[in-house]
Structure formats: C-alpha cells, structure tokens
C-alpha cells in the first residue's frame, strides 16, 4: 500500500510516460539472500575431503541413493542440498548455472555495508548513491513507469536513482490509501504551474492505476505452478504477473532473509532445520516460478546473490561465521546451464582467505555485467559498473 507520506520520495523516481503495453521486454530479476548465506552446504563441493574435516556436524553427506539427505550430484564434484530437489531438473534441462568462488572483492564483514557495496555496484565505496540495477536501465523516451519494480516494502539501493523505479509489497494493494485524499493529491498536481511537476503527478497516478489493473485481473499460475507459501514465492507469483500482464517490466527486484547461521545452522539430519528449511522455500519458489513462466522463461534471467559467505570451519554452536567467497545462481531461458562456473579455490589450509574463508575467484560484477550487456542489451559497463575493469567470465554464461 502506498500511504501519502511515502508519496513525494516515490514520486521524484517516476517521471515518465507509460510505454505502449503489450511489447515483450528482455527480463532481469535480482534476488538477494540476506544474512550472507552459507553457499557451501548450498552447492556441496563433496568431492573436497576438507569439507567434511572442517565441518564434523554440518557438513551434507555426499550423494547416495541410500540417503535421503544427501547432497544431489550435479557433476561428480559439486551437489545441490538435498532440499534443492525442485531444481535439479532446471540443471538438468540446462537452464540453471551455479558460480563458485563469486562475491565482493571488498573483505568487509558487516551485513549493512556488504550489502550496500553489492547493491551500489561499487564495492569499498560508500558515497555512492544509485543502485546497479537502475543504472543498467537504457534511456528509453517514453518508459513504462513500471520498468523497475521492487517487491519490497521500501525502495532498496539497486534499484535508487535517476531512472524510475516502484517499491510495492502487494500488486492488489497498491494505491494510495485514502481516495478523497488521492482525489485531492492528484487535482493538486493536475493543477500545478510547473510541468515536470504536473507530468511527475499525472505519471505517478497513471502508474498507481496501470497497477490497480493488473492487481484487479484474475490470477492463476500457469502449468500447473505452485507457489510455497513464504514471502519469496509469493513475491516472485506477483512479478511474474507483471511480465505476463506485459506493462513494459525490464529489471525486478525482491529479497529473502533469515541466512544468518551462527547457531543450529543445520539440525539433526541435514534435511532439517534453519538452513534446510529456508532452501526448501528457495528452492520451491524458483521451480515454481519458471514452471509457471513456461516458454515466457526465454525472455527472463534471474541471479541470486548474497553479501558474503560463511566461514570453511564451523563454529562451536553448530554454525558458521561471517566468511568471504560464496555461491551465485543464474536461470532463464538463454542461460548456458547445466554447469558450475568460476575457478573453485580448494580448502586447504594455504588455500582459504586469511585462512578461514573460502577464497575470492570471480567478482560479482563479473557476473553481473555478462547479464546486463547480453541479456538487458547494455553495453555501458563504465556507467553500470564504475571504478571496474570489466572482467569477462571466461566462458559466456548467456547462450
């Protein structure tokens, strides 16, 4: 719901025409784990004897069709958790790609700033005031005011800067919550002397209503898709509402917490507790949302990211510390999967990063900027990405 007090900050990011719907865009979804997730018992390296000495009672048994909790073979090496089951057929189908040894370059350990650095796009800088997301939106002269869009309560940094963008936790309740004033907001602005300011009343009314519409349509997922119940699944059911209602979406934005494990990461079997059950939703809401996308998934590449990783050893309660290198993951349509990409660093002593975290070897941006030149279409990597060499993966990720 957008009450009046949020309006004017909203408002200064909406300023522009509605494109004409009905014109299918290029698709890029950005899922961030909050709380620095531990990609090692999310992508197992089973094949790393080291993993299983580091991590005497959290580690995932390696695959085995005795074993229910076992980790899922994806190459001999590495494995899915086991509560990842709904996207092994993705890789199977080669539409899923795993990076390893992927992060920021920045060695902060503090969730606020890490974050900040990933979503600005410029690790180590904390002045910088737009978000990545937005500035790899091409100048478009009459842009859907629902171009960029956030299923959150509250503009997050990827996605603030000079091209529009909307936060919203609900597609149905969307709106400004009180119409008499509404009324009242919208003859004001119908009314004011400057033009930026009228067009910036008029769009800010015609993107609230363009939205009220979808949210008014009737909807039920596709191929039989359903969604679980958490808030990632249902977040990723409204935005593929948006792609499918075809209202000129290009980048997406929503998030997930709760990946801070320093304690019971995983419970007595490793298909249980905190972690296990936050990668069943996870896992659960991907499948879902490309069953429910069918062949529209051509249009569509999503990437998972987190602000660090965890550390190599676990800690006395069963848990894992702030590390450094994590996991990333990329599906869609033109996704060259069925691969794990990135140099693996190992975990041996000399190998981890100050000697506890596993080791940086591709930067996030690396990744990032593939995704946003081939798939978005924008080659402007020195304005998306400042202050970064450009570095490309060293196999194409995009078919």
């Given at each position: 719901m957008l009450g009046m007090g949020a309006a004017p900050g909203w408002l200064s990011r909406v300023l522009y025409a509605k494109e004409a719907p009905g014109?299918?865009?290029?698709?890029?979804?950005a899922i961030f784990q909050r709380g620095a997730v531990d990609g090692l018992n999310v992508v197992v390296p089973f094949g790393e004897k080291r993993y299983y000495?580091?991590?005497?009672?959290?580690?995932v048994p390696a695959p085995s069709r005795r074993n229910e909790d076992a980790a899922i073979d994806l190459d001999g090496f590495f494995g899915l958790h086991p509560n990842l089951a709904a996207l092994k057929p993705l890789w199977d189908r080669r539409m899923l790609a795993i990076v390893e040894g992927a992060g920021s370059p920045d060695p902060t350990r503090s969730h606020f700033d890490a974050q900040d650095y990933m979503e600005s796009g410029t690790p180590g800088i904390k002045s910088t005031q737009t978000g990545w997301l937005n500035r790899s939106l091409l100048h478009e002269l009459h842009p859907s005011p629902l171009r960029a869009v956030s299923l959150t309560p509250d503009l997050p940094v990827t996605l603030r800067g000079p091209n529009g963008a909307v936060a919203v936790e609900s597609i149905r309740n969307f709106r400004i919550s009180d119409p008499s004033a509404a009324k009242l907001f919208e003859n004001l602005y119908e009314s004011a002397p400057d033009s930026m300011l009228n067009?910036?009343?008029?769009e800010t009314f015609e993107a609230v209503k363009l939205m009220q519409a979808v949210g008014k349509r009737p909807y039920e997922p596709a191929n039989g898709a359903i969604y679980p119940a958490g808030k990632l699944g249902q977040n990723l059911r409204q935005i593929a509402r948006l792609i499918k209602a075809d209202v000129g979406l290009?980048?997406?934005?929503?998030?997930?917490g709760g990946w801070d494990t320093h304690v019971h990461e995983m419970g007595p079997r490793a298909s249980v507790g905190r972690l296990p059950n936050l990668l069943r939703q996870f896992g659960d809401a991907l499948a879902a949302f490309s069953q429910d996308m069918g062949d529209r998934m051509e249009d569509v590449v999503l990437v998972t990211m987190s602000e660090f990783g965890r550390t190599a050893k676990e800690n006395g309660n069963r848990g894992t510390?702030?590390?450094h290198a994590n996991v990333m993951f990329i599906f869609g349509g033109a996704v060259r999967g069925g691969k794990v990409y990135g140099k693996w660093p190992g975990m041996q002593p000399e190998q981890l990063y100050q000697g506890r975290d596993l080791a940086l070897t591709t930067d996030f941006r690396t990744v990032l900027s593939e995704l946003v030149r081939n798939h978005l279409g924008d080659a402007r990597m020195a304005s998306v990405f400042p202050n970064f060499a450009g570095h490309r993966m060293?196999?194409?990720?995009l078919a």
């Open positions: 014109a299918r865009k290029k698709v890029l979804i000495d580091l991590r005497p009672t959290i580690a067009a910036t009343g008029r290009e980048v997406a934005f929503t998030d997930i510390d702030h590390g060293s196999e194409p990720l």
